[in-house]
């Protein structure tokens, strides 16, 4: 038989505006998403952290792990955990994002995880600062990529890969990449990367891999096909599209009152009632100002505050609704301007899908 | 407007047989399923245990926290989580699956969490057994029930409810039903019930309610939502049904070789595998064989044992393919005679599929 099963176009079913196919649900069933009753909280509880994992969880020694540092360095070498525990500790507390959030709200719907909104999540990540270990390592002149590269190994478009991706020089030099093996105060779980992942604050999820076993300096892009073939806006199948890197603006509420079982609409009796949330930005851009819609007018929220420049910004909004029905939305403006739109902004992938979080509450009269 | 927007009929979209609604999507995004890839392990990693959670996750502070006893006892009390911690410790693993793991496979399919083969789990429970608690509260004479109420609300079908369950006092005399507040050697998660729970060891999932606040000795039967609408094996809508309870005999495989992103499909070069996974059955019955089949015939595996009578059992089979495509599967049967179906049994609600686990694996030539 032929060595590939997975070209495009042959296991693969299609993409379908409306009711979602199986493998879709097979994927959300398999990947989770942030319980949004938990967005009036700074840090997401520990094991409701969003997951996308593209091929299977490798389950890692860490005892014999290793994280090598190859390619064009001058002075190569490679890590145990235990001597990457001896480096200079930081906590910090990082938004993350899967850049596909928000897919199913794209038409027409590119066939892929079927994200709506909870594919988001902030917690406190233990590590250590990357740039250091890159300067010991001595990349030569001509450097144009650092790869890094997963343990994890799999099929997307026919093509077997180790997950992978890279960063420029420019990009390790302006943002601050950490190596993590902590998460919440915890070892990290081997379903986000244990023993070893890295964090890139500010941008969509893809660009902290998990896992990580290898850096590679390349004097050559790096051509990884989670770097050039995916993870790109496109406007059609022809259009060779730009990288996906930093987070759009984006806020999410937790829905007011108590849910309906199966549409998760939800149902409050009258009376005051706080709506608040998250919102973030990429880039480490800060939150200008988040508004809520009641279905008459924007209402300014008031902003909380962020543990950290690469952390979301709480909100909220004192309300007293008369009996009816409401379509809340929230919207985040950031510090850059940049403002969350109304409807899905059109990606042939589905990616960063940043409209505003709309959610329907029932208020009834008191008996 | 009317008090309950969420009556039958009203808010609730209709089952389709083929494709999925974006209501039952938000639903698969929102409760998270095991990784088939971690089926070699007798205890599931910490934050992949399968999750179905009816309403909003409470989050409790565990200090202020009490479970009281009351209704007809004639010695009713309350605990607070330091006084439970004083009792006899018991940790034990205990396999739990959703009464609903397998609806998608069921046609016409019940609209609702559209599980196909991921919800099951084991973790080590760690807290102390309810029977002698119930003892000290001294039941009166003509209990019939003792409800355990949650702290979780909403609707369903129309119906405003905490979630509720029962367990009768012949079957409390039978069941070691533990009262629980740690999972895998650290604190319960809020998303698994914390600070209190109870599991109900052999049953399917919902009889181990979280978030337990209140247990109630009732002289009738109790007739919350959850206990009489609800987890009933039900032929058709006119049907009264009987109690979903036991878990049926079940097995899954961990797909061999490495997965296509999309379809979830194996790849593997040709050479020697083995194929592992789990299978446990309900009450506690004991696993008596599993057989896998690779497309022409049923192979015995090799039982490499459980760790608790109730959780499940380890299994495997060394198997040497030549390049071709096999559409495996796997079948346990029970020390009960009990055995797996190759196609789902049809229940209403979907209720406890147990049909056999199939994988399909692409073999091909070493280059």
């Known amino acids: 038989m032929t060595s590939n099963p997975f070209e495009p176009g042959a296991a693969r079913p299609q993409a379908m505006d ?15 998403g942030a319980l949004l009753e938990t967005l009036g909280q700074d840090i997401t509880p520990t094991g409701t952290h969003y997951l996308l994992n593209h091929f299977d969880v490798p389950l890692i ?22 001597e990457l525990r001896a480096l200079p500790l930081i906590t910090r507390p990082v938004t993350l994002e899967c850049a596909g959030n928000g897919r199913a709200g794209v038409t027409p719907r590119c066939f892929s995880m079927p994200w709506m909104y909870e594919a988001v999540g902030t ?15 001595k990349p030569q002149a001509g450097v144009q990529d650092f790869a890094f590269i997963g343990a994890d190994f799999g099929f997307d478009k026919g093509q077997p890969h180790f997950f992978g991706r890279s960063l420029t020089p420019d990009q390790i030099a302006e943002l601050e990449v ?61 259009d060779p599209g730009r990288p996906v890197t930093t987070m759009r603006v984006k806020s999410l509420m937790k829905p007011p009152g108590v849910p309906d079982w199966v549409t998760r609409q939800r149902w409050m009796q009258e009376g005051a009632v706080t709506i608040e949330g998250r919102a973030w930005s990429g880039g480490g851009a800060a939150i200008q100002s988040v508004e809520v819609w009641t279905g008459e007018a924007w209402h300014q929220a008031e902003l909380t505050g962020r543990q950290d420049h690469y952390a979301w910004t709480g909100w909220r909004f004192d309300w007293h609704p008369k009996p009816g029905v409401y379509d809340l939305a929230c919207r985040a403006t950031d510090a850059n301007g ?30």
Do not use: C
Not at 61 to 81: I, R, W
Not at 125 to 132: D, Q, R, S, V, Y
Not at 346 to 366: I, M, P, S, T
């Open 18 to 32: 409306g009711a979602f196919s199986f493998e879709e649900v097979a994927l959300a069933n398999r990947n989770s």
């Open 61 to 82: 020694d860490e005892a014999v792990h290793v994280l090598s540092f190859g390619g064009a360095f001058d002075a190569p070498f490679s890590l145990t955990l235990a």
């Open 123 to 137: 917690s406190q990540w233990t590590g250590t600062l990357l740039a250091p270990l890159l300067e010991r390592a």
């Open 178 to 238: 950490m190596l993590v093996w902590g998460m919440n105060d915890a070892p990290l779980l081997p379903q986000h990367g244990a023993p070893l992942r890295i964090i890139v604050p500010g941008w969509y999820g893809m660009a902290s891999v998990k896992w990580l076993t290898r850096i590679e300096a390349l004097t050559q892009r790096y051509q990884g096909f989670q770097q050039v073939q995916t993870y790109r806006y496109r406007a059609n199948a022809e």
């Open 338 to 367: 940049q403002v969350q739109p109304l409807e899905a902004p059109f990606d042939l992938a589905g990616f960063a899908n940043n409209a505003v979080h709309r959610v329907r509450l029932y208020v009834v009269e008191k008996p």
